[in-house]
């Protein structure tokens, strides 16, 4: 029998649920949709087991299966629908239909989005992004929108309606000679059609590395960026953009890229109490585009504080809600956890530790985050065995929404419609994308 990280770190105060969180965050759950106090949050019920086998849900709840890759043909003779869904985003298109811009993280020989003129970075790159239609859960169209591209694991939504796809690699034709360009970049996809043919522009700003996602404040304008990289870990990221809020395009524009430094904290593994507080400062980087240095190696001991791991970042209600997915000291980390989740103010420009994934409990391993309309976190995990879509609740009880019975593949891209009726996700490794509905009332 293989040994799994859970294994390994169950020796380490390992609580009995594996889960907690600060009971300071009451707006998380609250959520600007609902009037009054929050109702306290107690879940939907264990899962159901699924007589197909393929998603155990709470009782009330359905899913539908959207598209599966290899098996689901793209218009005009195209090929077969790519692999490897990744993050996702549901965009409101009206008479209740969503559009989602969908990631594909592909690389080397797998199967590729397409390489259709205007929207093709690199013609030796099998990844980018594909952009589905939806009603509800019936799919009306799936086309794709970014391609010539590598490891598109996440990104984030912009306040002006399109979709920052992010390349979690730092390839470069001297590192892989079949590519014909440098790799690393974050690449902004319009699903309503605003600019034309003229998407696969690297961001080159932004920086490139290891991408994972992104969050853009929609009063200020700024992102922020997380990077999952190791030897040494990967960094937290801020942009102030030279046309902040300019609409789609505008940050081909440039502006200054800057790293998280917290003063006496090496990386973000080291605090262990929930609701610990620190203050964050950003330090500019000397060289955004990584031209012979990789950027997370550009700077000195005690420069800036790294974060195992660096997953998933979504703005709701005013912060960056920002994830964690594990450290373990062996890999270097101050101290071993299964999860943690981190609240940014940009007010007070203050880090806040809103909850903890102890090891040796049921979950581990989030990776992407959202947050549903009525202001409610749901995690994608992507750790070891049985794979979860989690919801917390807001005294830090973890809850199941999905469990992934098909296979030990990751989940990937939650995103909930807008009207909060649908949530759209991903098993990542069965290339499958599903919709799920229910009483979300119930909690």
Excluded at 223 to 245: H, K, M, Q, V
Excluded at 249 to 278: W, Y
Excluded at 371 to 378: L, R
Aim: proline share 8%; charged share 20%.
């Amino acid at each position: 029998m293989a040994v799994n990280r859970r294994q390994v770190v169950m020796g380490t105060g390992a609580a009995g649920l594996g889960f907690t969180l600060s009971g300071a965050v009451s707006s998380v759950f609250s959520g600007t949709a609902n009037a009054g106090a929050p109702k306290k949050f107690k879940g939907y019920g264990e899962l159901v087991a699924d007589p197909r086998g393929l998603l155990d849900l709470p009782r009330g709840f359905r899913y539908t299966v959207l598209s599966r890759a290899g098996v689901d043909q793209l218009p005009d003779n195209q090929g077969p629908l790519p692999g490897a869904p990744d993050g996702t985003y549901a965009f409101a298109a009206g008479f209740g239909r969503s559009v989602l811009v969908r990631n594909h993280e592909l690389s080397g020989s797998a199967v590729p989005v397409p390489r259709l003129p205007g929207i093709t970075y690199d013609p030796a790159a099998p990844g980018g992004t594909t952009t589905v239609t939806v009603a509800g859960d019936r799919l009306l169209s799936t086309v794709p929108s970014l391609a010539g591209t590598i490891r598109n694991c996440a990104g984030g939504n912009t306040p002006w309606q399109t979709w920052l796809s992010c390349e979690e690699t730092e390839d470069t034709p001297a590192t892989v000679p079949a590519l014909t360009k440098r790799h690393g970049y974050v690449f902004e996809v319009d699903p309503f059609g605003r600019l034309r043919d003229r998407e696969a522009v690297p961001l080159t700003a932004l920086g490139r590395f290891a991408h994972e996602a992104v969050a853009v404040d929609p009063r200020t304008g700024v992102l922020y960026l997380t990077e999952d990289a190791s030897g040494p870990y990967g960094l937290i990221y801020r942009f102030l953009p030279r046309r902040p809020l300019g609409g789609p395009g505008s940050l081909r524009a440039g502006g200054k890229l800057q790293a998280l430094n917290i003063p006496g904290v090496p990386d973000l593994s080291a605090p262990s109490a929930l609701g610990t507080r620190l203050k964050a400062t950003w330090v500019d980087v000397p060289d955004p585009d990584a031209t012979t240095v990789s950027i997370r190696r550009q700077f000195d001991a005690g420069k800036v504080t790294r974060v195992p791991k660096g997953e998933g970042i979504f703005w709701s209600d005013g912060h960056a809600y920002i994830v964690s997915s594990y450290a373990e000291t062996s890999g270097g980390a101050a101290r071993n956890h299964a999860g943690q989740v981190w609240k940014f103010d940009p007010k007070h420009s203050t880090l806040t530790l809103i909850l903890i994934i102890e090891p040796g409990g049921r979950f581990d391993g989030p990776d992407n985050i959202t947050v549903s309309p009525n202001g409610g976190i749901v995690l994608c995990e992507d750790g070891d065995g049985e794979q979860y879509l989690v919801a917390a609740s807001e005294d830090g009880t973890p809850y199941p929404l999905a469990r992934n019975a098909g296979s030990g593949s990751e989940w990937a891209g939650a995103t909930f419609s807008r009207d909060g009726r649908w949530l759209y996700a991903n098993i990542q490794g069965d290339g499958i994308t599903v919709a799920i509905t229910g009483p979300w009332w119930r909690g």
